[in-house]
């Protein structure tokens, strides 16, 4: 079963685009989304401008049609498999906004039936090469990784919104 795209979060005047839903088993094209999803022997998804890069995929299936490309990151395309591989997530991007440097909104590893699953970076789950993959960290917007095996998707990790004002304009009221 392909997944899902994730929702959109909205503030005020801004809207962020879920993430893409990643190709299943089958000859299927990662979605478009905010960051697009791995395609299974095709193509990933395309992102979005200034909010996240294409999946990785195979369309040519050349590569390995057993294995999922990884799902875009804020920072860079999810990576294609290669043969016995699945495709490592796409970068995140990393913000010192809260005090310290945290990467958030990684793409998550592409699973592999029988094989090696993807790797994820900044807050995306691990592909899974015989089960479910790892959901994607809370707070982070990471994506989550795909199954292997021919076992549907789970959960990319749920966004943040991190707002930052001037000491001088801030009231004392959250």
Do not use: H
Request: glycine share 40%; hydrophobic share 25%.
């Amino acid at each position: 079963v392909k997944g899902s795209n994730g929702s959109n979060s909205v503030f005020s005047t801004i809207t962020s685009i879920g993430g893409g839903g990643g190709g299943s088993n089958g000859v299927r094209a990662g979605s478009v989304g905010g960051s697009g999803g791995g395609g299974n022997g095709a193509a990933g998804g395309a992102g979005t401008v200034n909010q996240g890069f294409a999946g990785g995929g195979d369309p040519t299936l050349a590569l390995d049609n057993n294995a999922g490309g990884g799902g875009g990151g804020a920072g860079a395309v999810g990576g294609n498999p290669s043969s016995g591989v699945g495709g490592a997530g796409g970068a995140g991007r990393s913000s010192s906004i809260t005090g310290s440097a945290i990467s958030r909104a990684g793409g998550g590893g592409g699973g592999r039936s029988g094989g090696t699953a993807g790797t994820a970076t900044a807050g995306g789950g691990a592909g899974s090469s015989s089960t479910f993959g790892t959901a994607g960290t809370v707070n982070t917007g990471g994506g989550a990784g795909g199954g292997g095996n021919g076992i549907n998707g789970v959960a990319g990790g749920s966004g943040v919104v991190i707002l930052k004002i001037p000491t001088a304009s801030y009231s004392g009221t959250t």
